[in-house]
């Protein structure tokens, strides 16, 4: 069992910055594949970051060069860093663990782009 708690989310000004975290406990951290996704009202989850537990990275074409995703193995925590963040950027922000056998989802966290 994974437990993922996300955090840093909030309102932010189009061209500003936030930087959002999800602590994972319960098993071995560094044995997972971790993700962000986003969902926006009326629209399908969507990836948005991927870290591999070797450090690869995949970003959704709409976030490359806009944000990075990094993870901290000792701390057992993933982060997201958002800067120059536009309007439709605008969703619940998930975590998301992965491995061969099991995955596991955090509760959200809301993130608002607006002026």
């Known amino acids: 069992q994974v437990q993922l708690v996300e955090s840093g989310g909030g309102t932010v000004q189009p061209g500003g910055s936030l930087r959002l975290s999800c602590a994972a406990s319960?098993?071995?951290?560094?044995?997972?594949?971790m993700g962000w996704y986003r969902q926006a009202p009326g629209k399908q989850r969507e990836m948005v970051a991927l870290i591999t537990n070797g450090r690869r990275t995949n970003y959704a074409d709409s976030v490359k060069g806009r944000f990075t995703i990094s993870r901290d193995d000792a701390k057992n925590t993933v982060y997201l860093q958002m800067n120059s963040l536009k309007p439709e950027d605008t969703a619940v922000y998930y975590c998301?663990?992965?491995?061969?056998?099991?995955?596991?989802w955090g509760q959200g966290t809301q993130v608002t782009v607006s002026s």
């Open positions: 998301r663990a992965v491995s061969t056998v099991d995955t596991y």
């Open positions: 319960g098993s071995i951290f560094s044995r997972y594949a």
